[in-house]
C-alpha cells in the first residue's frame, strides 16, 4: 500500500507541473482543428484533483488486498472452499459421570469449510453440515522456516444439530491447528510467463492437516480429533495415497463428482 500512496503522489506532483502547463496547447489544437475544447482542462484538472486521486487509491487498495497480494504469497492464500474430513478420536468426560464408548466414539464428518481471505484478514466463514455448523472465532497464519511451510491456527464455535450421537451437546468453543503438507503450482501462476514461473515459483497449499480440541468450560464429552482440508478446486491433483483410508474414500467420491478421472 505504501507504493501505491507513493506512486499517485508522483501522479499528483507529475499532473501538477507536467500536464496542466501545456493544457492551453491543447485547448489550442482542439480549436485549430474544429473539435470541442472546453472539456479539456477541467478534465485535467480533475485528474489531478484531490477527489480522483482518492478514488484511484480506493480502487487501487481494494485491488491490492484482495487480489494482487495473491500474486506476490500464493502460498499464504487459503481462501476459498475446502472439502474437509473431521474425525472424532477421542475425548473425556468429567468425574464421576457415564462413559459410553459406543455413543461416543470415534467418528468421521465430510463436511465443506470456506476460508474468506484478504492481505489483512483471514476467517472461516460460517459452515453448515448435516451434524454441526461453525465457524472461526480468531485465526492466525504464520509461516515456518521453510517459507513454503505455514501453519494455519483458530479458536472455533461449534452448534451440534440436535438427534444425532452427539446431542447431548448444543455449542462448544475449541482450538485447531493445521499445517500445509501438500501444495501444487497455484494457478494464478498459469496466467503468467513461464519464465517468470521459473523464477518465482507460484506454489499454494492444497492439502492441510492438523489436530482439534474442544475447550473445558463444563461441557462433556470434550471432544478431539483430527482434520483434513482439502481445497475444492485442486481437486485432482490431490493424491489419495496420501491420506487415511477414510479420507482417500471421499477423496475419490468429490473427485467423481467434479468429474475428475484421477
Given amino acids: ?52 486521486l ?7 487498495e481494494w485491488v491490492v488486498r484482495t487480489e494482487l497480494w495473491k500474486w506476490r504469497h500464493p502460498h499464504l492464500d487459503l481462501s476459498g472452499e475446502w472439502r474437509a474430513i473431521t474425525t472424532y478420536e477421542n475425548y473425556s468426560v468429567n468425574e464421576g459421570e457415564p462413559s459410553d464408548r459406543n455413543k461416543y466414539g470415534r467418528d468421521d ?9 484478504n492481505c489483512m484478514a483471514i476467517a472461516v466463514a460460517v459452515t453448515t453440515g448435516e ?16 517459507p513454503d511451510t505455514i501453519a494455519l491456527k483458530y479458536a472455533y464455535l461449534v452448534k451440534y444439530n440436535q438427534g444425532g450421537s452427539m446431542d447431548v451437546l448444543k ?7 493445521m499445517t500445509m503438507v501438500e501444495q501444487s503450482p497455484a494457478k494464478i501462476a498459469q496466467r503468467i510467463p513461464s519464465l517468470l514461473r521459473r523464477i518465482f515459483p507460484m506454489k499454494t497449499a492444497i492439502v492441510l492437516h492438523g489436530t482439534f480440541s474442544h475447550c473445558a468450560e463444563g461441557q462433556t464429552p470434550a471432544y478431539r480429533g483430527r482434520t483434513y482440508f482439502m481445497r475444492a478446486n485442486y481437486l485432482s491433483e490431490i493424491t489419495e495415497a496420501s491420506l487415511p ?17 484421477k
Avoid: N
Wanted: proline fraction near 5%; hydrophobic fraction near 45%; glycine fraction near 6%.
Fill in 54 to 60: 482518492a478514488i484511484l487509491f480506493k480502487v487501487g
Fill in 1 to 52: 500500500m505504501t507504493t501505491w500512496a507513493t506512486l499517485l503522489a508522483g501522479l499528483s506532483v507529475w499532473i501538477a507541473t507536467k500536464l496542466e502547463p501545456p493544457s492551453s496547447q491543447a485547448v489550442a489544437w482542439f480549436d485549430a482543428h474544429g473539435l470541442p475544447s472546453s472539456w479539456v482542462q477541467p478534465t485535467i484538472k480533475y485528474v489531478g484533483s484531490t477527489a480522483f
Fill in 171 to 177: 455449542s462448544v468453543k475449541g482450538f485447531e491447528e
Fill in 131 to 146: 451434524r454441526f455448523s461453525w465457524h472461526s472465532l480468531a485465526v492466525s497464519l504464520t509461516e515456518q522456516k521453510d
Fill in 109 to 117: 464428518y465430510p463436511h465443506r469449510a470456506t476460508i474468506e481471505q
Fill in 245 to 261: 483410508a477414510f479420507a482417500a474414500g471421499c477423496l475419490k467420491q468429490w473427485k467423481a463428482e467434479a468429474g475428475h478421472s
